[in-house]
């Protein structure tokens, strides 16, 4: 089989396990990260000067790419004989793959901020600290997982450019919908022998594997929470303080 269909698993299985084809913001991961850039900046320039129908048609070109590039990536693998349990669609951005597509087909609140909130942070985590290290650029699964997350990065980013505002009172709701899928994945994991979510163990992720190091594989998961409290409060601070000002500006 061509290295050009090689998933990371079968890469570490042939080049030796530990085996990267490129490194954490080398050349090749700066390009992708610059192309997000790139991409985000154009469509925050974009997105205020469409019309309501051009922007719906926006999101649902958008929704509908992840779609069929999540598709691509199973065919590809059911042909090549690589699909396994671990590949269904239950990691948090295939997960808001479904997210996307549903605000497409229907735009509601909730929707856009579950893609705030969870898509948003997780998607440009997987940028940043990308699983496919394995991979050279040259490669379906490194081309579809790059594209994949920058879509799901460019999606939430859409709806802000257009006038979103996410609401801080969503939060709580937002990390009950993470919880709960993580309390059910937990479960799917133990069963299927998965580790959707990097919940089970902290392999397959670099920065799930430093959690692991530092707090060790029965405790790394509770990293999660200071860093998810970092983020969200970030994430949620200048909306917190709009909500706040015109308040205290009419006492």
Known sequence: MSEFWY?????????????????????????????????????????????????????????L????????????????GQWGAGYLPFHLCSINIFVGLWYALRPNRLAAELLYYLCLPGAVAALLFPSWTALPIWNFMHLHSSSIHIMLVLLPVLLLARGFRPSPRALPRCALVLFATAGVMYIVNAVLGTNFLFINQPSGNPLTAMLGQVLGERMFVLGYLPALAAVWGLMSLPYYLRERLPARQHR
Request: charged share 15%; hydrophobic share 55%.
């Open 7 to 63: 998933t990371a698993a079968t890469a570490e299985r042939v080049y030796g396990d530990g085996y990267t084809a490129f490194s954490l913001f080398s050349g090749t991961h700066l390009f992708w990260l610059l192309l997000c850039g790139a991409l985000c900046a154009l469509t925050c320039r974009a997105a205020p000067r469409l019309s309501q129908r051009g922007f719906m048609r926006f999101v649902r070109v958008l929704a």
């Open 65 to 80: 790419l992840m779609l069929l590039d999540e598709a691509a990536k199973d065919i590809m693998l059911l042909l090549t």
